[in-house]
């Protein structure tokens, strides 16, 4: 019974030290000082105050309470939260929820958590109402996904960078490299981007399509990962707006923000998706992890010792 929910207090950060970081975000400090230079006139810490929302919901139609599945012995919630916490571009993380028992076991391992109400639809609205019941203001929400409990610090921060560095851009999110055999699974989201890194469409299709009908293994598809950050002020208007043609046809919220004409900055990593969608995924996330950590201990047995963690954030 791998999918009891289990709530074990946090583990020291001592761990949170062995992480190497390879890649960082590369040009990002020159894609700063140009957003830095357009914005001067106007403020000079330019979208400074960032919080990290992690919204997460009991009711789930095809997982029930599935926050709290137990993996590798800790609550799948918390996972996500610690992984967050080691992000340095977020002021405050907090977790966003409707429940009781999440609140609860994310209070005993020591988040900071928002009661947001049942009629929440999605993961954007509950971003929204917590926002709003946050004592302080902040210019950037990031919204992390729960269902991702090996989500990369240097992601996080890696979208909140290009936000800030992208004062014309009210959202931003981040791709890695589609696997093949991934092509025509319409679950998985393919995105296509413009010369200086905005994102110009999505879709469940594969995008560009090949004249072959088959894939070309020379191009460089992309894959929508599920983290997205948000301008505080376009967070306020983005439920509200009207649902548009393309969403619809795709069932993709994220193409209301193209289809109203906003622009959308995208960045590109590489990231291992292991998102948790159904019971079954908790078995192979746990797998994972398990290779992992025979491979860090073979590491560490050699002279080397090795961050589990090896994230390169590219620009695009
Ligand atoms: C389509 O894919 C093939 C490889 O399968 C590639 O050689 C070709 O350049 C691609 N583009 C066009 C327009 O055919
Ligand atoms: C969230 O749900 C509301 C209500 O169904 C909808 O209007 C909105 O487009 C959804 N998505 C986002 C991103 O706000």
Same mark, same amino acid.
């Given at each position: 019974?791998?999918?009891?929910?289990?709530?074990?207090?946090?583990?020291?950060?001592?761990?949170?030290?062995?992480?190497?970081?390879?890649?960082?975000?590369?040009?990002?400090?020159?894609?700063?000082?140009?957003?830095?230079?357009?914005?001067?006139?106007?403020?000079?810490?330019?979208?400074?105050?960032?919080?990290?929302?992690?919204?997460?919901?009991?009711?789930?139609?095809?997982?029930?309470?599935?926050?709290?599945?137990?993996?590798?012995?800790?609550?799948?919630?918390?996972?996500?939260?610690?992984?967050?916490?080691?992000?340095?571009?977020?002021?405050?993380?907090?977790?966003?929820?409707?429940?009781?028992?999440?609140?609860?076991?994310?209070?005993?391992?020591?988040?900071?958590?928002?009661?947001?109400?049942?009629?929440?639809?999605?993961?954007?609205?509950?971003?929204?109402?917590?926002?709003?019941?946050?004592?302080?203001?902040?210019?950037?929400?990031?919204?992390?996904?729960?269902?991702?409990?090996?989500?990369?610090?240097?992601?996080?921060?890696?979208?909140?960078?290009?936000?800030?560095?992208?004062?014309?851009?009210?959202?931003?999110?981040?791709?890695?490299?589609?696997?093949?055999?991934?092509?025509?699974?319409?679950?998985?989201?393919?995105?296509?981007?413009?010369?200086?890194?905005?994102?110009?469409?999505?879709?469940?299709?594969?995008?560009?399509?090949?004249?072959?009908?088959?894939?070309?293994?020379?191009?460089?598809?992309?894959?929508?990962?599920?983290?997205?950050?948000?301008?505080?002020?376009?967070?306020?208007?983005?439920?509200?707006?009207?649902?548009?043609? /393309?969403?619809?046809?795709?069932?993709?919220?994220?193409? +209301?923000? %193209?289809?109203? #004409?906003?622009?959308? @900055? =995208?960045?590109?990593?590489?990231?291992?998706?292991?998102?948790?969608?159904?019971?079954?995924?908790?078995?192979?996330?746990?797998?994972?992890?398990?290779?992992? /950590?025979?491979?860090?201990?073979?590491?560490?047995?050699? +002279?080397? %010792?090795?961050? #589990?963690?090896?994230? @390169? =954030?590219?620009?695009?």
């Amino acid at each position: 019974m791998s999918s009891k929910s289990i709530c074990s207090p946090s583990e020291s950060s001592s761990s949170t030290k062995s992480w190497i970081v390879h890649g960082i975000v590369a040009g990002a400090a020159i894609a700063v000082a140009v957003g830095a230079r357009a914005y001067l006139g106007r403020s000079k810490n330019f979208r400074s105050r960032v919080v990290g929302i992690i919204p997460a919901r009991f009711a789930s139609s095809r997982f029930e309470g599935k926050p709290l599945v137990n993996i590798l012995g800790k609550p799948m919630i918390q996972r996500t939260w610690e992984r967050s916490k080691l992000a340095t571009t977020l002021d405050h993380l907090v977790v966003a929820t409707d429940d009781e028992k999440i609140a609860e076991c994310c209070q005993q391992f020591g988040a900071d958590v928002i009661m947001t109400s049942e009629s929440c639809r999605n993961g954007t609205e509950r971003c929204n109402e917590a926002l709003q019941k946050l004592e302080k203001k902040y210019d950037i929400v990031v919204n992390i996904q729960g269902d991702e409990p090996l989500i990369e610090p240097e992601i996080i921060d890696g979208v909140v960078k290009a936000l800030q560095a992208a004062p014309d851009a009210v959202f931003s999110t981040a791709v890695t490299s589609l696997k093949p055999e991934d092509a025509f699974d319409p679950n998985r989201v393919k995105c296509v981007v413009d010369n200086h890194g905005y994102a110009i469409y999505f879709s469940r299709g594969l995008i560009p399509y090949n004249k072959s009908g088959k894939v070309n293994p020379q191009f460089p598809y992309l894959l929508h990962l599920g983290i997205q950050s948000y301008d505080s002020n376009f967070l306020k208007i983005y439920p509200g707006l009207h649902p548009t043609p /393309l969403q619809l046809e795709e069932d993709l919220e994220q193409l +209301k923000v %193209l289809e109203n #004409g906003y622009k959308m @900055k =995208v960045i590109k990593v590489d990231h291992e998706a292991h998102g948790v969608d159904a019971p079954e995924d908790v078995e192979k996330i746990e797998s994972f992890m398990h290779h992992q /950590l025979k491979m860090k201990m073979k590491a560490a047995s050699g +002279k080397e %010792l090795l961050g #589990g963690s090896v994230v @390169k =954030v590219h620009q695009i």
